[in-house]
Antibody, heavy 121, light 110 residues
Framework: EVQLVESGGTLVQPGGSLRLSCAASGFTFRSYWMSWIRQAPGKGLEWVAN????????YYVDSVRGRFTISRDNAKNSLSLQLNSLRAEDTAVYYC??????????????WGQGTLVTVSS | QSVLTQPPSASGAPGQRVTVSCSGSSSNIGSHSVSWYQQLPGTAPQLLVYGDNQRPSGVPDRFSGSKSGTSASLAISGLQPEHEADYYCAAWDDNLNVVVFGGGTKLTVL
């Protein structure tokens, strides 16, 4: 059974940092692109970043580029998102999601349960 | 303001067929495949349709997707109370170089 379990979400002050993790199991992790997708309270979905199967390519939405860093450890079946210089507008539930296929963006077939990041003083 | 435009709400009676639209442009829907997601209250989204009209295994055929030009649609037939959820479309955008989502459509079963 495919499982994605996020952790690391918490309350953090504006300007602070946080590291989110996603533990993957039930599939060959190194064979899939992985993404982070977020959802602000009461709002819609926003794709944040993705990373290629071997970690050689990474893409970000403009609003987080330079502040967030996506990474993966295929030996540990783990995906991470380092969040720096956090702003109130980064408050959201952060989901990790799997992308089959070559492109890494044509669909997200499995999602984790999400972890809540709250940026507030 | 989302790049892909969806109606904020839709509704239908049990047993009816309802359609949710998703309007984009040549840089997204017009050039790339569309996927659709269902988000039940308090849960993570789930993939319903990909490649414009393909269903993952386990998704019933009451859910169907279509695309024409720069617009896509999700149809749900035989509406049931458990279909009350938010529905999102998504596609890659060549101008923004990101995956873009629609703003979501809240489906109410009357």
């Amino acid at each position: 059974e495919v499982q994605l379990v996020e952790s690391g979400g918490t309350l953090v002050q504006p300007g602070g940092s946080l590291r989110l993790s996603c533990a993957a199991s039930g599939f060959t992790f190194r064979s899939y692109w992985m993404s982070w997708i977020r959802q602000a309270p009461g709002k819609g979905l926003e794709w944040v970043a993705n990373v290629k199967r071997d970690g050689s390519e990474k893409y970000y939405v403009d609003s987080v580029r330079g502040r967030f860093t996506i990474s993966r450890d295929n030996a540990k079946n783990s995906l991470s998102l380092q969040l720096n210089s956090l702003r109130a507008e980064d408050t959201a539930v952060y989901y990790c999601a799997r992308s089959p296929g070559l492109s890494g963006y044509d669909r997200f077939d499995y999602w984790g349960q999400g972890t809540l990041v709250t940026v507030s003083s | 303001q989302s790049v892909l435009t969806q109606p904020p709400s839709a509704s239908g009676a049990p047993g009816q067929r309802v359609t949710v639209s998703c309007s984009g442009s040549s840089s997204n829907i017009g050039s790339h495949s569309v996927s659709w997601y269902q988000q039940l209250p308090g849960t993570a989204p789930q993939l319903l349709v990909y490649g414009d009209n393909q269903r993952p295994s386990g998704v019933p055929d009451r859910f169907s997707g279509s695309k024409s030009g720069t617009s896509a649609s999700l149809a749900i037939s035989g509406l049931q109370p458990e279909h009350e959820a938010d529905y999102y479309c998504a596609a890659w955008d060549d101008n923004l170089n990101v995956v873009v989502f629609g703003g979501g459509t809240k489906l109410t079963v009357l």
